[in-house]
């Protein structure tokens, strides 16, 4: 797996979409080297580099390069069905001829001819469904793929064996569990038993993992320290479960989590640089955002007053940085008595106190805007974990560690949890989420908001974890 952004981004994934970059631009300088009827070689090669060739066909290759990630085909990357990937590679082709259109009424210099977009498109549809086809039946499964072997089998092993198998894009096997409570053979969450933890020179010999993770409920007097020592320095890979967890799962596990890390390493508290670099981004964003989004705004205010009874705006407290209480703003997407009866609550699935436009606003986020005032008061961030509001933030405080932790920067608009796990009403979502909130915190830096910005389009698009 490979770092950008601050996100682990698996070997096979990257190499594919750089693939993909390169047979999508050939199909269409294809097109245009068959169609334009060029005389000499040399010709073509002016069209591309003096005739705007290149930058056109670059606008097209970026158009369809979005569709295959905004369609997930950068998160299934194992091919199910046939027909199902013809489809999904129609939608991205659709998603480009569209692409083009808006070009050709806005920037018309810098559309691409019609019949080369059009045999472009043929060319790229028919070579990205051969290659979609070949790339997951042989080149996926050897490209960079990597074999964990676990000494031992506590819960954050688990839960991490079942995240590695829900996402085989990420290249990652099980190749067996050693533990001594287990007989040989007992299969546990992706693979077997292979022996017990004193096994463990013999079984490394064997199987020959590529990473070597450490996940003991108890440790002392089991750990295999000179073995480990001996392995270590023969160059295999040995990691704590939890310092796997976090590259696997994109979260810090809580359950492995102690009081020292945080109190000595000072690894998870936020960087004064970072938070510098991020209030000035913030800002400036955020001012931009108003003025552009202004028309849309005052729209969105229409609909909501011509359709319910009530404020426009939604107000209510939310628990900021340093647990200082501020106001947030919302366009009114419930009823405005909702919490009458109720007083507070965690929104549900399919929750009955939304309005009928309100429900469009949430799928579309466009609920959430008014917020950009919130970022120019100083109050939150773009990125950040989910302001909460004071009652749930005392009784979740009370009832998972570490919980506060999360108050250390300012709230966001957005974040790495809100990308990465739906809406959640229970204490279970919850913890999940806070896991997230604390890779965030750790690893907060303006190539990662600007990772999270782009992904919250998608899931806007999508409609995900609307609520």
Known sequence: MIRLFRVFIPTGVLALLLSEIVLVSGCYLLASYILLDFQLLSEFWIYIFYEAGLPRTSLVVLSVILGLYAIDLYSRIQVPSRIRLLQ???????????????????????????????????????????????????????????????VGCNQVVEEMAAHILEHPQKGLSIAGYLVNELEVGTGLVGGPVLGRIGDLRQIVDQVKPDRIVIGLSERRQRMPMTDLLELRFAGYVIEEAGTTYETVCGRISTKELRPSQLIFTGELGPRPGSIFVQNIINYTVALVGAVVTLPLMILVALAVKLTSSGPILFRQTRVGKDSVRFVVYKFRSMRADAEAETGAVWAIKDDPRVTSIGRWLRMLRLDELPQIFNVLRGEMSLVGPRPERPEFVKTLSEQIPYYPQRLCVKPGITGWAQINHKYGDSLEDTIVKLEYDLYYIKNLSPSLDAYILFHTLKTMIQSRGAQ
């Open 88 to 150: 999904d590679l129609c939608q991205v082709i659709g998603i480009a001829l569209l692409a083009q259109g808006l070009i050709a009424y806005s920037a018309p210099a810098a559309r691409l001819g019609r019949g080369i977009m059009l045999v472009g498109s043929l060319f790229t549809l028919a070579v990205l469904f051969a290659w979609r086809l070949f790339y997951s039946a042989f080149v996926f499964r050897r490209m960079g793929g990597q074999r964990i072997l676990f």
